[in-house]
T-cell receptor
Framework: DAGVTQSPTHLIKTRGQHVTLRCSPISGHKSVSWYQQVLGQGPQFIFQYYEKEERGRGNFPDRFSARQFPNYSSELNVNALLLGDSALYLC????????????FGPGTRLTVT | AQSVTQLDSHVSVSEGTPVLLRCNYSSSYSPSLFWYVQHPNKGLQLLLKYTSAATLVKGINGFEAEFKKSETSFHLTKPSAHMSDAAEYFCVVSLISGGSYIPTFGRGTSLIVHP
């Protein structure tokens, strides 16, 4: 079975631009969560979606938004990119509405110049 | 507020010797606790989880962790290190906030295994 997939694997953007990252959960999983992992630190929770509804939100500015589609895939959008947004963005899926045992994708490496 | 502290940024051991990765947490309520491992260029993988059942939790690849409420600790151990254990390890505490579980990751401990 395919695991969690994310696209693209790498991305380079300029300050002020907008970016969209994509995630497909494990088949049958209805929950998707997004994390930001800055180099040398642990992942920070951004959002959780379950059944297309936002269930949790971390301490991130409104420039960050997400949505979940009827097939349970998800997009993370970041507007007005800052240099500090450079990070590995991780997506995780779960078969429960509460964040419990999660399965992580390989991530998207975003570089903002 | 919940928080998690991984006491060592790096731990270096020889192959075949025991591993101890330390984690302390701060929480007003009984938390759910997890350890994840991240190998280079690979996704995070769940090693084990504690959710208020047995205090000694066994995970994959010979790892285990003991929940000690009095010490607010959840240290990860393995009797004998293998070269393939070299990776970044994250301790995670998860608490309900606004009706949803919000996970908080520690900064990570890099495990180095020498031949």
């Amino acid at each position: 079975d395919a695991g969690v997939t994310q696209s693209p694997t790498h991305l380079i953007k300029t300050r002020g631009q907008h970016v969209t990252l994509r995630c497909s959960p494990i088949s049958g999983h209805k929950s998707v969560s997004w994390y930001q992992q800055v180099l040398g630190q642990g992942p920070q929770f951004i959002f959780q979606y379950y059944e297309k509804e936002e269930r949790g939100r971390g301490n991130f500015p409104d420039r960050f938004s997400a949505r979940q589609f009827p097939n349970y895939s998800s997009e993370l959008n970041v507007n007005a990119l800052l240099l500090g947004d450079s990070a590995l963005y991780l997506c995780a899926s779960s078969d429960r509405d509460q964040i419990y045992e999660q399965y992580f994708g390989p991530g998207t490496r975003l570089t903002v110049t | 507020a919940q928080s998690v502290t991984q006491l060592d940024s790096h731990v270096s051991v020889s192959e075949g010797t025991p591993v101890l990765l330390r984690c302390n947490y701060s929480s007003s309520y009984s938390p759910s606790l997890f350890w994840y491992v991240q190998h280079p260029n690979k996704g995070l993988q769940l090693l084990l989880k504690y959710t208020s059942a047995a205090t000694l939790v066994k995970g994959i690849n010979g790892f285990e962790a003991e929940f000690k409420k009095s010490e607010t600790s959840f240290h990860l151990t393995k009797p004998s290190a293998h070269m393939s254990d070299a990776a970044e390890y994250f301790c995670v505490v998860s608490l309900i906030s606004g009706g949803s579980y919000i996970p908080t990751f520690g900064r990570g401990t890099s495990l180095i295994v020498h031949p």
